[in-house]
Each structure stands twice: as structure tokens, then as C-alpha cells.
Nanobody, 113 residues
Framework: VQLVESGGGSVQPGGSLRLSCAAFGFTVSNYPMSWYRQAPGKERELVAAISRVGSSTNYRDSVKGRFTISRDNAKNLVYLQMNSLKSEDTAVYYC???????WGQGTQVTISS
């Protein structure tokens, strides 16, 4: 089982990024999926979650209205569209399934002017 995150980068406040999560060794359609993030010196936190077929999503309060989680089960991919980015969104972003699998390497998102 392997998860590979991509799409991170460095953008200015107010910018957008789209993160992708590719799953290997399992079929994402069998699992709810989530995005997490970990900022320097802080614990990893749940950012967004999506049900197996995408009919239900949940977000932490600080990203509601700005982030959108989605999935393409046919491609075994999960996405996180991030708009109106803020400096406090700076972190390494990870995806994972429910129940948790081994963590991938994550993708760095840096918001700075």
C-alpha cells in the first residue's frame, strides 16, 4: 500500500493550488479518504474528508468555503482544491484512507508574500 501526494508549491496569499493523491496497492473506491496537514512544530490535523462515493464531505472550520475535496475512483485519485490560501495554510499535506494506511511523503505547501 502506497500513497503519493503531489501538487504542492509556493504561492502568494490569495492564490490557489490543487493537490493530488495517487493510491497504489488498494482501490480508493473501497474507502473514505481524507487530507491531513502538518505545520512546523504542530501535530498533524485533519483537513477534509470524503465518503467512498463522494456524496458526503467534511472540512475543518478554518478551510470551509476555501478548500474542496473530491475523488476520481476510476483513476484511483483523490484531490484537494485549495483557494484563497492564507499563510496559516502553510504545511506538509498528506492524504490517507479510513482506516489509516502508511503515510506517504506528503507535499509541501508554502504560502508567502
Amino acid at each position: 500500500v502506497q500513497l503519493v501526494e503531489s501538487g504542492g508549491g509556493s504561492v502568494q496569499p490569495g492564490g490557489s493550488l490543487r493537490l493530488s493523491c495517487a493510491a497504489f496497492g488498494f482501490t480508493v473506491s473501497n474507502y473514505p479518504m481524507s487530507w491531513y496537514r502538518q505545520a512546523p512544530g504542530k501535530e498533524r490535523e485533519l483537513v477534509a474528508a470524503i465518503s467512498r462515493v463522494g456524496s458526503s464531505t467534511n472540512y475543518r472550520d478554518s478551510v470551509k468555503g476555501r478548500f474542496t475535496i473530491s475523488r476520481d475512483n476510476a483513476k484511483n485519485l483523490v484531490y484537494l482544491q485549495m483557494n484563497s490560501l492564507k499563510s496559516e495554510d502553510t504545511a506538509v499535506y498528506y492524504c490517507n484512507r479510513v482506516p489509516l494506511a502508511s503515510w506517504g511523503q506528503g507535499t509541501q505547501v508554502t504560502i508567502s508574500s
